[in-house]
């Protein structure tokens, strides 16, 4: 009997409590949204308005006009799905290598890859900017996926094969010996039951590339301006500050990834987390 | 195997290698001349203007077309840096003035010397402002707009409060008690780390007669008695609690806001000053009053006092290869259309054209004559090609001091240190 | 003599490495080594361009300025006062969401949300929250009555420190607790049940049957939460540009300012190396603790 209250206190507490931080968590982000549907002036009001007053959706209607918008969206959508996808691509071949190999140099380069995440983006950022400038890739679609490619890799490198080494090698030696190659393995077998990791990376290439600053900020200039970029020269220039503009199209900027988020939810929280516990 | 291999590590190699080329401009080669114009920053009316005028030019002439670009105002440094670099880029660039010291040397602006038609044109604009583009004895672009720093004045809380416009510093600092009384500040300003703060520093360092350099531009000067003064009388007034203390945080927008809101009467501005109240924050301009930037009543250094003007200059690059067209199109959209005969108050600043000051020119400006007045009088920052680090030595000075962190003299000689580094290195 | 099958096989893993490989290649390895060999180096990028080759005087000029100093000082505070909180935070965030066994997606989602915001957005979005007079932050805290007068958050030091740090644990939130969640539900029952039969209380279950088995989670969550604080340029940028009074100028925001403000490419590259020697030091004695653990856990 007791038991099973203290059972019911402690989901009443969970949920209740749960509930109060994640509302606690999302709170900033309800000041954001009512600042971009009311006129600017109740923006600067003291005391401030915590509802509005009057609604508006002008913020929404006239964002586009302030700067190619648009062409920042396709930017970063574009930057970002490319990362991902090499980013996938090349890390799922070289943490395969990792997991399943043994090779001169395996301990060394493993943990050289792994290490490289861990740098300060400031300390290569102006060699970085030599060599992409060198490439003439500076201010280009392609040069930016590179950059994020680079950085993407460590962290996914590391993740997969944390979750390939988790997977039993029977699968694949009953495969091997029945005449598959390597590549047929790593798509048919290790990829589908891996897919909670590859879900884990792919997400995070793309969030990588789609809220990347920095870097953004320093190597693009028009052609490639991503939005994070795009969303302080567009609405904050030298004497302009649209508030309500630029929160607007932050909340609609943060749509991608939000929807990434929620529905891949399960498998990104299982892919992440299985490859740094089950270690 | 090894076709999969193979396959594997090409594909995404010519995926990118094809990104490249799609993403790289398409570049042809037509009939007109192509002159190719970066324009940096600029108001939402300067923009409106500046795109219309290109799209009349361009219908009107056949043998030049302009490519026009808006770019980031906070950018144009670094743009100049790496087009200078790579000898490569626009032909024609609106960016502020002292860059035509920093890259005049450099080659990265043409000389308008090399015009015949240029003493003509030099005419036509005033001398004072023209010195801010010159550097040992060449112009290294046309100096278009003009933004004198004056003092933005709340009407209405002066007459509520039965105040004159102040004229001193002593004046400023009697204003306070009676203000504070009803909640509100007499002054504001940016105070954060960033170059506003240092642009509302060296008005109150001109007029107390004080300059940034010494004579021959050796050592700081803005840390002897008229720097440390000027510092001063902010600090004083912020401890006091005439000045708000959060201006230590404060950028543009959050003076602004401070001001339009009724919280602040004065503020040290521009021109732009009638066109943000209005458009972001609809401010009844019919409180709006300008005035000169006040000076300390004594003068605390043998300097005359002026005013600090900035200027916006259009100018040649000097790896362009078109540069008679350029010329043509500078005079063109910088010089002869209409919109530089009056003045605009959307423009973002005032014209430097000796024509828009003729009597009978009907402007919108408020105050006008108070600002054509500072622009004549006017004495930019120092042509300096190490002006920018120069100026957030000065800003993050201001900034220390307002934040308590040091004493005025302290800071500015801290910076001062550091500025005469900067002064040796070059 | 060595087949050429065996050949073949001895090769294939190197195949597999290659394409990240050349892309680190590229991206990483070649800018560190050239940014060390900057930093050996007075580069002039105007005036003619060229360097001059100064040994470690960039270094030392470096480790004795005032800036660089401070701002490693408010690197350290910034990290070492985000941390434990949002440790903290976090791991009570983790057991409280462990309760919750319906709907758990929907609550999920609510906490994955100041993860999907970019870093650019949280930082203006916090600027203004703590605004002195139009921020909420002093609005709630003025009607709850915890204070008499608005409070000039980003215009003093100590005050505009505590605001990027409110700032960062909101942010940190939903990576933490995910990954000490995550951890929870990995600990079997079994263990629980053993603890309840040997008449422990719920206090000593937590002490020491929860917080031995999240050890191993909370080191990792530790190392890279510490590593991205400590790297982190964009949000206080954003939110304060290192001021007021370089109170809160971190070291990347030294780094940015030295070589892109003040055009000294060369002691910019010095500090970053600076920056990265630290980095590394942190994690090789991290993921030596980390493997003894594992080689521990798996002896036992």
Not at chain 1, 97 to 117: D, I, K, T, W
């Amino acid at each position: 009997m007791k038991h099973r209250t203290h059972a019911r206190v402690r989901a009443w507490l969970g949920y209740g409590l749960g509930s109060l931080s994640a509302l606690c968590l999302v709170l900033p982000l309800v000041w954001v949204v009512t600042t971009s549907l009311r006129p600017i002036a109740e923006v600067t009001s003291t005391p401030p308005i915590v509802f509005p007053q009057s609604i508006t959706f002008d913020a929404y209607a006239d964002l586009w006009e302030a700067a190619p918008f648009l062409n920042y969206f396709a930017n970063s959508i574009a930057i970002s799905l490319l990362t991902a996808l090499i980013a996938l691509g090349f890390s799922v071949s070289a943490a395969y290598a990792f997991a399943r190999f043994r090779f001169r140099g395996h301990g060394l380069l493993l943990m050289l890859v792994v290490m490289s995440q861990m740098l300060p983006g400031s300390s290569i950022l102006i060699p970085l900017f030599q060599v992409i400038r060198g490439l003439g890739l500076l201010d280009t679609r392609t040069g930016m996926v590179l950059i994020y490619t680079g950085f993407a890799i460590p962290f996914c490198t590391w993740l997969l094969n944390g979750y390939f080494r988790a997977i039993p090698e029977e699968l694949e030696q009953a495969a091997l010996i029945d005449g598959c190659s390597r590549l047929q393995l790593l798509w048919r077998i290790v990829l589908p039951l891996a897919a909670p990791a590859v879900v884990a990376v792919g997400t995070f290439a793309f969030l990588l590339s789609w809220n990347e600053f920095l870097f953004a900020f320093v190597f693009t200039k028009s052609k490639a301006l991503t939005i994070p970029v795009g969303l302080r020269a567009a609405f904050l220039g030298q004497y302009v500050n649209k508030y309500d503009q630029l929160f607007a199209a932050s909340l609609i900027f943060s749509l991608p990834p939000i929807a990434l988020f929620v529905s891949l939810q399960r498998y990104f929280v299982q892919g992440l987390t299985a490859g740094a516990v089950k270690e | 195997m090894r076709t999969a291999l193979f396959l594997l590590f090409f594909c995404p190699l010519a995926a990118l290698l094809l990104l490249s080329c799609w993403s790289s401009p398409s570049s042809g080669a037509g009939a007109p001349v192509e002159v190719v114009v970066w324009d940096f920053g600029g108001v939402p009316g300067h923009q409106a203007w500046i795109k219309q005028a290109v799209e009349k030019f361009n219908a009107s002439h056949r043998d030049i077309r302009i490519e026009m670009e808006i770019r980031d105002w906070a950018t144009q440094r670094e743009s100049l840096i790496s087009t200078t670099i790579v000898g490569e880029g626009p032909d024609i660039i609106r960016v502020h003035h002292k860059y035509s010291v920093e890259f005049g040397e450099l080659g990265g602006l043409y000389p308008l010397e090399n015009f015949p038609d240029f003493p003509q044109v030099k005419e036509r604009f005033f001398p004072n402002v023209l010195e801010q583009v010159e550097f040992q004895g060449k112009h290294y672009g046309l100096p278009i707009t003009m933004l004198p720093f004056i003092l933005a004045v709340n009407r209405e809380i002066l007459e509520k409060y039965d105040l004159e416009i102040p004229r001193t510093w002593e004046e400023m600092r009697a204003m306070g008690p009676l203000l504070k009384e009803g909640g509100i500040h007499a002054f504001t300003m940016p105070g954060g780390v960033n170059l506003d703060t240092a642009y509302r520093f060296l008005p109150l360092l001109y007029k107390a007669g004080g300059r940034v350099f010494d004579e021959d531009w050796s050592r700081a000067a803005f840390n002897g008695p008229a720097g440390k003064a000027a510092l001063s009388f902010l600090v004083e007034m912020q401890q006091a609690g005439y000045f708000p203390s959060a201006s230590a945080a404060y950028a543009f927008d959050e003076n602004a806001a401070h001001w339009c809101t009724g919280k602040a009467a004065l503020s040290i501005e521009g021109p732009w000053w009638q066109d943000i109240v209005l458009g972001n924050y609809k401010f009844d301009l019919a409180k709006l009053v300008l005035a000169p930037v006040p000076g300390p009543e004594q003068l605390l250094e043998p300097n005359p006092p002026r005013t600090l003007l900035d200027v916006v200059m259009v100018a040649i690059t000097g790896y362009t290869r078109v540069p008679q067209q350029a010329w043509v199109v500078l005079k063109a959209l910088n010089v002869d259309d209409p919109v530089w005969q009056v003045p605009n108050p959307e423009m973002g600043g005032i014209p430097a054209h000796k024509a828009a000051y003729a009597p009978g020119v009907q402007s919108k400006y408020i105050g006008l004559e108070v600002l054509a007045e500072a622009g004549r009088n006017g004495l930019g920052w120092p042509g300096h090609p190490g002006i920018t680090e120069i100026q957030r030595h000065i800003a993050d000075a201001v900034n220390m001091a307002l934040t308590g962190v040091m004493s005025p003299q302290e800071a500015l000689d801290n910076a001062a240190q550091e500025v005469d580094e900067i002064l040796n290195d070059f | 003599m060595i087949s050429k099958e065996h050949l073949h096989r001895q090769l294939t893993p190197y195949y597999f490495l290659l394409p990240a490989l050349l892309v680190l290649a590229v991206i990483i390895l070649y800018p560190i080594l050239s940014n060390l060999a900057m930093s050996l180096q007075k580069v002039r990028l105007l005036k003619g361009g060229g360097s001059d080759f100064v040994g470690l005087a960039n270094y030392g000029r470096l480790l004795g300025s005032n800036t660089f100093q401070g701002s490693v000082g408010s690197s350290l505070r910034f990290t070492l006062c985000s941390l434990p909180i949002a440790l903290v935070l976090g791991l009570g965030l983790a057991l409280v969401f462990n309760e919750i066994r319906k709907y758990r997606p929907v609550f999920t989602a609510f906490l994955l949300v100041p993860w999907a915001i970019a870093p650019v957005v949280t930082g203006y979005m916090w600027r203004w929250l703590f605004h002195d007079s139009f921020g909420l932050v002093n609005h709630f805290l003025l009607g709850l009555g915890l204070i008499r007068g608005n409070i000039p958050w980003l215009a003093q030091p100590d005050t505009a420190m505590a605001a990027v740090v409110v700032a960062n644990i909101w942010r940190f939130m939903p990576y933490i607790t995910i990954m000490l969640l995550a951890g929870l539900q990995g600990i079997s029952a079994e263990l629980y049940e053993a603890a309840q039969v040997d008449g422990a209380n719920v206090a000593q279950r937590f002490w020491h049957v929860t917080l031995p088995q999240l050890r191993h989670v909370i080191g990792v969550v530790f190392l890279f939460s510490t590593i991205w604080m400590v790297n982190d340029f964009g949000l206080i940028f954003i939110m304060t540009e290192g001021g007021p009074a370089k109170a809160t100028q971190v070291v990347p925001i030294t780094v940015y300012r030295i070589a892109f403000e003040h055009l000294q490419l060369g002691r910019g590259a010095a500090a970053a190396m600076l920056l990265l020697v630290f980095l590394l030091a942190l994690s090789v004695l991290f993921i030596r603790v980390l493997f003894r653990e594992r080689r521990a856990a798996h002896e036992a």
